[in-house]
């Protein structure tokens, strides 16, 4: 399965404490995704970062990409409860024509 | 308002049924996708689109069929060749293939 692997499966912090969950996959990749779900919705898409990046930043999350360690991961700072929610990575590999999305991590933030 | 729109949120079949759910998207995007999703899982590709009169399957079609004679218009159906079909279903767009994409509610699908 080219599907990849957040980690870790579940963590819980307290408001105003950062969050990181890191996504490691398989293939080369063209472009790696973050989304969030919450419960019983639709995903959201945060951020995209391209191979040929190392890190992006959008508000308060931050993404860095290792492509010779095949992992990424995302960075929440200053979380809120509002953040509590499951995030999943997303590759886009080299090869084929869809994407892969990760087990996802679920994020629980405690006011 | 530009968005995507799956219906119903909730369905029931009884074994032995087809069903159909439906996704409707008024963004203008080329790609659709249908992924189901599995109670602590990550989401599984069924089928996708990249242009209106051509679909691809994903990695777990078996069971199920689209059609995509509209851009808009990306339905699936539920077969009843599915053997285990209760699960969370989501629909997505893209302006292209693999971009960055607009999700659905979902319909979550049980079997009675």
């Known amino acids: 399965s080219q599907q990849g692997e957040e980690d870790p499966q579940a963590l819980s912090i307290q408001e105003g404490e950062n969050a990181t969950m890191n996504c490691s996959y398989k293939?080369?990749?063209?472009?790696l995704q973050w989304y969030r779900q919450n419960s019983g919705r639709g995903l959201v898409h945060l951020i995209l970062i391209r191979s040929n990046e190392r890190e992006k930043h959008s508000g308060r999350l931050r993404v860095t990409l290792d492509t010779s360690k095949k992992s990424s991961s995302l960075l929440i700072t200053a979380s809120r409860a509002a953040d509590t929610a499951s995030y999943f990575c997303?590759?886009?590999?080299?090869?084929?024509?869809?994407?892969?999305f990760g087990t996802g991590t679920s994020l629980t933030v405690i006011p | 308002d530009g968005g995507i729109t799956q219906s119903p949120k909730y369905l029931f079949r009884k074994e032995g049924q087809n069903v159909t759910l439906s996704c409707e998207q008024n963004l203008n995007h080329d790609a659709m996708y249908w992924y189901r999703q599995d109670p602590g899982q990550g989401l599984r590709l069924i089928y996708y689109s990249q242009i209106v009169n051509d679909f691809q399957k994903g990695d777990i079609a078996e069971g199920y069929s689209v059609s995509r004679e509209k851009k808009e218009s990306f339905p699936l159906t539920v077969t009843s060749a599915q053997k285990n079909p209760t699960a969370f279903y989501l629909c997505?767009?893209?302006?292209?293939?693999?971009?960055?994409?607009?999700f659905g509610q979902g319909t979550r699908l049980t079997v009675v």
């Open positions: 997303a590759t886009d590999p080299n090869t084929g024509n869809q994407f892969y």
């Open positions: 997505a767009s893209s302006i292209v293939r693999n971009t960055e994409a607009f």
């Open positions: 293939t080369s990749i063209n472009n």
